[in-house]
C-alpha cells in the first residue's frame, strides 16, 4: 500500500490493530505516525515508544497486550524492525519472532502496534512479512521520484491554500531536490509571506527559496547563459557570505561546464537522454537540465570556458591574485567573451 492509500483508510478511521511502515522517508513515516496518534489517542499517556534494536519484540508485545491506565485505547511503536530485512542486524538478545507472530493473528481490540522499519525494503520471503501482509496495514514509505515532485508541490501548495505559478516550479527543482521535509518548511515559509490564498511568482520564489551551494552553482551557470554580469556577482556574494571558497565555486561550475559539454556531444552522436545517463553515471535531472542549456553553446565556447574555469584554479592556488577578485574576474570573462 502507497502513503497516500495509507493515509487515507486511516483518516476513514479503518485502522487495523498492527500496522507496519518500512522505507527511507522519514516525512511519510512522521506523518502517518502523527495522524495514528490524533486519530486513535485521546490521552498521549497512552503513547509509547520502543527501539527494537535494544528492547526484544516479545518484551513490546507484553506491553500491547497490557490494558491501557489511561483511555480506551493505546499505541505502542516499536523502531528500528531488523528482524524484517533480508540479514538482520546482531543483537545482544533474541527477538521472539513466534510471540510476535501469534500475536498479529490473534491482536487485541485496545491496542495499536506499529512496527517501522526504516529500510528501503523488506524481506517479503518471511514469514512475519507474509503475516504482516495478510492481517495488518503495510505501507510503503519511500522517498519520492523526481517525475512525482511536481505533484508533491502542487498537493502542499493547495493544503496551505496558495498557487504556485508555473514558472516558479523550475526554482523549487533546483532548489529542494525531493526531499519532503524541506518541500515543507519552505512551503510553509512562503505561505506566511503570501498569505492566504496567494500566489508564487518565479521572483517570489527565487527570493523566498534558501539556495543550496550546488543549486547556485547552476544559477551562476544560468547568469552565464544570460550575459548577466551583476547577477553573477550578486550571487557569488550570498555564497562568499555562506563562508564558500572560489576554489569550490570553480570546482561546480566545472562540473556544470563539462556535463553541458559531454552531453552536446552525445547528443551530436545520437544519444538518448538514458544513454547520456548511463554513459555518465549522474542522476538523470543533471542530464535534463544539460540538455535545455547545451544548444546555447557552441563546443569551441564550451573549452573556452573550461579553460578559463582551469586557469583560474591554477591563479588562486598559486597566489598569483586574490582570490575573490580572480573569481570576479573570471565571471567577467565568461560572460563578456
Not at 513490546?60 to 530485512?85: C, Q, S
Not at 559539454?261 to 549522474?282: C, D, E, I, P, T
Amino acid at each position: 500500500m502507497s502513503y497516500t492509500e495509507a493515509i487515507k483508510q486511516i483518516k476513514k478511521q479503518s485502522i487495523p490493530e498492527v500496522i507496519l511502515l518500512y522505507g527511507t522517508e522519514n516525512y511519510f513515516i512522521q506523518k502517518i505516525k502523527e495522524l495514528l496518534v490524533k486519530k486513535v489517542l485521546d490521552d498521549e499517556e497512552n503513547l509509547s515508544t520502543y527501539d527494537l534494536t535494544e528492547t526484544p519484540i516479545q518484551e513490546v508485545v507484553a506491553d500491547v497486550e497490557t490494558y491501557p491506565f489511561f483511555g480506551e485505547k493505546k499505541v505502542i511503536i516499536a523502531t528500528n524492525a531488523v528482524f524484517l530485512k533480508a540479514k538482520s542486524d546482531k543483537l545482544p538478545f533474541e527477538h521472539q519472532l513466534s510471540v510476535l507472530e501469534q500475536y498479529i493473528e490473534m491482536p487485541v481490540d485496545y491496542s495499536v502496534l506499529v512496527l517501522v522499519a526504516p529500510y528501503e525494503k523488506i524481506d517479503e520471503r518471511k514469514k512475519i512479512s507474509k503475516l504482516l501482509k495478510k492481517n495488518g496495514l503495510v505501507a510503503e514509505c519511500n522517498p519520492i521520484k523526481d517525475y512525482e515532485l511536481k505533484n508533491w508541490i502542487m498537493n502542499l501548495a493547495k493544503q496551505l491554500n496558495m498557487t504556485i505559478n508555473d514558472d516558479a516550479f523550475e526554482t523549487f527543482e533546483n532548489e529542494l531536490s525531493t526531499d519532503l521535509n524541506i518541500i515543507e518548511s519552505e512551503l510553509e515559509k512562503i505561505s506566511l509571506y503570501v498569505g492566504e490564498g496567494g500566489i508564487v511568482t518565479k521572483q517570489v520564489a527565487e527570493e523566498m527559496v534558501s539556495h543550496s551551494v550546488t543549486s547556485s552553482g547552476i544559477r551562476l551557470v544560468d547568469t552565464v547563459i544570460e550575459g548577466n554580469l551583476a547577477k553573477a556577482i550578486a550571487i557569488y556574494k550570498d555564497l562568499e557570505k555562506m563562508k564558500e571558497e572560489p576554489i569550490a565555486l570553480i570546482g561546480l561550475l566545472a562540473f556544470q561546464f563539462r556535463t553541458i559539454l559531454r552531453v552536446k556531444l552525445l547528443k551530436q552522436k545520437g544519444y538518448s537522454s538514458g544513454q547520456m545517463q548511463k554513459q555518465l553515471g549522474v542522476h538523470p535531472y543533471v542530464i535534463k537540465v544539460a540538455l535545455n542549456r547545451e544548444a546555447k553553446f557552441t563546443v569551441n565556447k564550451l573549452n573556452y570556458i573550461i579553460d578559463q574555469l582551469t586557469e583560474t584554479d591554477a591563479i588562486i592556488k598559486q597566489g598569483r591574485m586574490d582570490k575573490s577578485l580572480a573569481f570576479e574576474l573570471l565571471l567577467y570573462n565568461l560572460i563578456k567573451q
